[in-house]
Structure formats: structure tokens, C-alpha cells
């Protein structure tokens, strides 16, 4: 609130209201206060000659003095003075005053003199600052309340208070803005009648040595306003219809829920840095909103929303590292499958926040091989055929992890490897050539070395193989549900590699690639390839250049 009407500046003095102050000049002049109550009778009968509209008098008068007579004048004072109220914070429990000697007898004196009393209790908020104004207190009605129904004749609309009978006070501006003179000043005559002609006086102690001081919403660099200034704003805000009204309450409930909602949606979708952006973002919004709803007389509340604002982004952002943080630990998990333990975590710091690898296009070569002949091997003998094929995967996987290339997946009797990505390998054809020559060469003879050696009887013939190679644009990524998902490739380098492996059961050689691998070779490498001319590939209506690393390799004989 004390934002709102910092940003909306102080308006121009109201015409309708003064204040008459009991201020240091008064107290220099007339000495220590309560000073006599002649001064007061003289004062209000000084401001109802000057044609005054009411006299407000923010002093309590409740007990008699020690001079009776100047009682009398007192109460003569107020009996001849326009739309009088004087102030107490004394009410008993049928909310009667003991006003000018309240009642005596079957006499009224407020009502036989057409005066009436005004409760001048304030209540502030926790935080010490008064803010609104009631519409009664303790059964009477409150200062500002009375002061508007006795000048104006009318009682005041009470659908201008909320439920708890408050209003919010629509301050002018700080202390000082409702114009004031000094109450000794209008005693000797020194106040021309043009002044305050017409106005409601509000009189009261505006001295700050009378203690009578107040924090409000308009409170700037610790200057409280005094008691009268502040009856002075309720009475100009009740005037003007109080028009600081509360929104509904299902305004704020909403802002509430939508600002608590908008932190986890963005967190979670937009992630912590750009989250907390689009957080401020929104949170200015709503500032903007919320001060374009006071200039035009609605309070809108701000805390709950700011509050869930902050506490939901906080929050979302907590969820969505912890999200992060499982979803980096899946893909680790996933990834360890198909590259070597080393890359992994290079894999997940390009991968970014997200913790996993969406579809990119990338220039890579893609690897298939195939065990020949597994079919038959199972057929002979099937427990023994399936740890024959696990050894032989496993030395073929393990050449391909030692290339940098990644494991895309096993294929029956065979598996699938990408050269590329997840990691930006420009040299992606050289190592899949070299993975592909360790697969036919070393790794093959250890593990037909290790087949001969087996004690269990089967006379079986040595394992052969046959590798194809296609280097191309591959779209790469991970695929699948979430409870399930693989890394893989997909494109016209994919297809062909998989052709070209097929091609090596006609060619008698244990590797093949095309001349789209060759020309992504460096000098060394391609030069030792034996060109063997094109070949038609199933499924494309070119024919396809085949080249082979060296001459034909012993032991891969022709397989029809």
C-alpha cells in the first residue's frame, strides 16, 4: 500500500478540510497544555464567526475543570457552533461519552446543544502504520464518520467499509498536505476568515511533544502525521465516497493461484536461469496490474500473490533440478550401454539441462556386422550357441568402444554402432574403418582362438563375419517411452551400411564400405583400399561404389 501511494504522488490540497493546530507556537503562547478551556470556547466561536461549515475538535473534554465557568463558556462555545463534534475514547458499555459532562439526569448535554461525540481511537496495522479508518469503535461511531454526517446531514453509506467495518484511507499526501494553521495564530486574529470559511476544522494537538503523531501509508523519511491531519485525510477520504475500495475476493484468490501456478510451469519448463527471468517478468506484470487497479480506486492484494509467486518458482526450480538430476543419472545409465564410460560424461554436458539428447542431423558413419552361420551354430547346439554369441558380441561391442564409436544396439546375431554422435568426431570414417579392421581381425581370432579351446566336445568350425560401412547425414538421438528408450540412427546411411554388410557374403570380404566412407578417409587410409567397382543395393535405384581395406581376407570364403 505505501508503494502504491509513493507511486502515485501526493494530489492537490483539499478545499474541503483544515487544521486548526495545537502546534509549538500555540504552546508558547499559551503555556503548558491542557491549557484553559477559555481559550478553547474562544477558538470555536472565533472559527463560527469566520463561517466555518464544522468544528471538529480532536481534544477530549470528558472531566470538569477547575474552573467551572470556563465549562460554561465552553459548552456555550459548541451550543452556537456549526455541525460541532468533539472527540473521546471513553465509551462506556451502551456507548455513551462523558463529553462536556455527558448525561445528567434525563439531560443530554451533546444533544440538547445539537453537538455529538466521535470515537478518535486509531487502529494500526502490525507493523505499527494506521491505514484505515473504522466505521465505529466500541458501539460509537468513529471521528471521520461522525465530522462527515454532521456537515454534510446524511449518514454515511457503510458499503463504503469492508466486512470488518474499515475503509482504507485515501490519503492526499504526506504530512503537511492538508492545510493547517496554528491554533494561537486563529485566537488573535491573525488567520484571515477567507481561510477556512466554508471548511471542516479539524482541531487538534500537532505539537510532537504532545505525542499525538502517527505512521501511515504516506509517511515519508520517519515524519509521522499528526492525530488531526490524519482524522482530516479519513474525513476528505469519506467525503470523496471512500474510493479506495478492496477487490473482490476472488481477484486476489486468482492472481494468488495464477502467480503460484506460473513459478513451477516455468521452472520446469524453461529452467532455473530463464525461469527466475520469466518469474520477475511475470511478478512485474503484476505489480503493473495491481498499481492500475489503485489509480483507479480497487486494492488489490499483493503479498499472497508475490509470496506464492516466489515460493512456487523456488519451489518448481527445487523439482526440476531433482528432475534434472534423475533424468542426467537415466542417461547416464542409458548411455553407458552404448559408449565407453569415459565419454559419458561429455555426452551429458552437450546434451545441456534437459539431461537427455533430442534428434539432430549430423555427418556420421554408421557400422553394421553380423556373425554368419549363428543359425546353424544355435540348431547344433543351442545352450552352448547362445554363450558362443554373447562372447562374440562382446568382443565386437568392445571394439567398437575403443574407437569412440557408440553401441546403437544388438540386431540378433549382430549389432548396429554409430561414428559421430553423441560426440563431435570429425574423424568419425577413420574410426569406424578401424573399428571395423580390429572387429575382423584381433577381436575375431582371439575369440575363435577362445571357441577351440572350449573342452565340451562340438566340433565347430571358426566364427565368420562380414562388416558394412555408409558415412552420410543420419538424423541421431534417443527414441522410445519413457519407461523405455534407445539411442539410435536413422537415414539413407543407415539403410545402405546395413545392404552393404549383407554385400559381404558375395564379395569374400569380411569388410565393405562405400565410396561415401572413402571420401570422408584421410590419404593414408583410402590409398590402401582396393576399389572392387559398383554394386546395385536393394532398395536404391544407383548403384553403389564398394571399396575393401587390402586384399580379400583368408578364412572369409564366398557365402551364397
Not at 293 to 309: E, I, N
Request: hydrophobic residues 45%; proline residues 5%; aromatic residues 4%.
Amino acid at each position: 500500500m505505501d508503494a502504491r501511494f509513493d507511486l502515485r504522488g501526493d494530489r492537490t490540497a483539499p478545499a474541503s478540510v483544515a487544521v486548526v493546530g495545537i502546534d509549538a507556537a500555540t504552546l508558547a503562547g499559551l503555556g503548558t497544555f491542557p491549557f484553559r478551556r477559555a481559550f478553547h470556547a474562544r477558538l470555536v466561536r472565533r472559527l463560527t464567526a469566520m463561517g466555518v461549515r464544522s468544528v471538529a475538535y480532536d481534544v477530549q473534554f470528558t472531566e470538569a475543570s477547575d474552573r467551572p465557568a470556563d465549562d460554561d463558556a465552553l459548552v456555550a462555545a459548541f451550543a452556537d457552533a456549526p455541525a460541532a463534534v468533539l472527540s473521546t475514547t471513553e465509551v462506556d458499555a451502551d456507548g455513551r461519552t462523558g463529553v462536556l459532562g455527558g448525561t445528567s439526569g434525563e439531560v443530554d448535554v451533546l444533544r440538547e446543544i445539537g453537538a455529538r461525540a466521535g470515537n478518535t481511537v486509531l487502529d494500526s496495522d502490525p507493523d505499527g502504520a494506521v491505514r484505515k479508518l473504522a466505521r465505529q469503535v466500541d458501539g460509537l461511531a468513529s471521528f471521520p464518520v461522525a465530522v462527515v454526517e454532521a456537515a454534510t446531514g446524511r449518514p454515511v453509506d457503510r458499503t463504503v467499509f469492508d466486512d470488518d467495518g474499515e475503509a482504507y484511507i485515501d490519503f492526499p499526501g504526506p504530512a503537511g498536505t492538508i492545510r493547517e494553521v496554528s491554533f494561537v495564530d486563529v485566537l488573535d486574529g491573525r488567520v484571515p476568515a477567507a481561510a477556512l470559511r466554508g471548511r471542516i476544522v479539524v482541531v487538534g494537538a500537532t505539537a510532537p511533544s504532545l505525542g499525538d503523531t502517527h505512521t501511515t501509508s504516506v509517511s515519508r523519511r520517519d515524519d509521522a502525521m499528526s492525530g488531526p491531519e490524519l482524522q482530516a485525510a479519513a474525513v476528505v477520504t469519506l467525503l470523496g465516497g471512500a474510493a479506495l475500495r478492496p477487490a473482490p475476493g476472488a481477484v486476489g484468490v486468482l492472481l494468488t493461484l495464477l502467480l503460484a501456478g506460473a513459478g513451477p510451469l516455468a521452472a520446469l519448463r524453461l529452467g532455473p536461469l530463464r525461469a527466475l527471468l520469466a518469474a520477475g517478468a511475470a511478478g512485474s506484470a503484476a505489480a503493473g496490474g495491481v498499481y492500475l487497479a489503485f489509480r483507479s480506486g480497487h486494492v488489490v492484494p499483493a503479498t499472497a500473490p508475490a509470496l506464492g509467486l516466489a515460493l512456487g518458482t523456488l519451489a518448481g526450480i527445487a523439482v526440476a533440478a531433482v528432475y534434472t538430476a534423475l533424468e542426467r543419472e537415466r542417461t547416464r545409465t542409458l548411455f553407458t550401454r552404448f559408449v565407453a564410460e569415459s565419454v559419458v560424461d561429455d555426452v551429458l554436458a552437450r546434451s545441456g539441462d534437459e539431461g537427455r539428447l533430442g534428434g539432430v542431423q549430423v555427418d556420421a558413419t554408421v557400422l553394421f556386422c553380423d556373425l554368419r552361420g549363428s543359425t546353424a551354430l544355435l540348431e547344433l547346439a543351442p545352450e552352448a550357441g547362445i554363450e558362443i554369441l554373447n562372447r562374440f558380441l562382446s568382443a565386437m561391442a568392445d571394439a567398437v568402444l575403443a574407437h569412440g564409436g557408440t553401441l546403437v544396439g544388438f540386431r540378433g546375431d549382430g549389432l548396429m554402432a554409430l561414428f559421430g554422435p553423441p560426440l563431435d568426431l570429425p574423424d568419425h570414417a577413420e574410426r569406424a574403418l578401424a573399428a571395423a579392421e580390429e572387429m575382423a581381425g584381433a577381436r575375431l581370432t582371439a575369440t575363435n582362438a577362445w571357441l577351440a579351446a572350449r573342452d565340451d566336445g562340438l566340433a565347430l568350425a571358426p566364427l565368420r563375419l562380414g562388416v558394412g560401412l555408409d558415412s552420410g547425414a543420419v538424423m541421431a538421438g534417443t527414441v522410445g517411452s519413457q519407461a523405455r528408450m534407445e539411442y539410435t540412427a536413422i537415414g539413407d546411411a543407415a539403410n545402405v551400411a546395413a545392404r552393404v554388410e549383407a554385400l559381404t557374403k558375395t564379395e569374400d570380404r569380411a569388410v565393405l564400405l562405400t565410396g561415401r566412407t572413402r571420401e570422408r578417409l584421410g590419404t593414408t587410409s583410402s590409398a590402401r583400399l582396393e576399389a572392387l567397382g559398383e554394386r546395385p543395393i536393394r532398395g536404391r535405384s544407383a548403384p553403389v561404389q564398394l571399396f575393401a581395406p587390402g586384399p580379400a581376407t583368408p578364412g572369409q570364403p564366398a557365402q551364397r
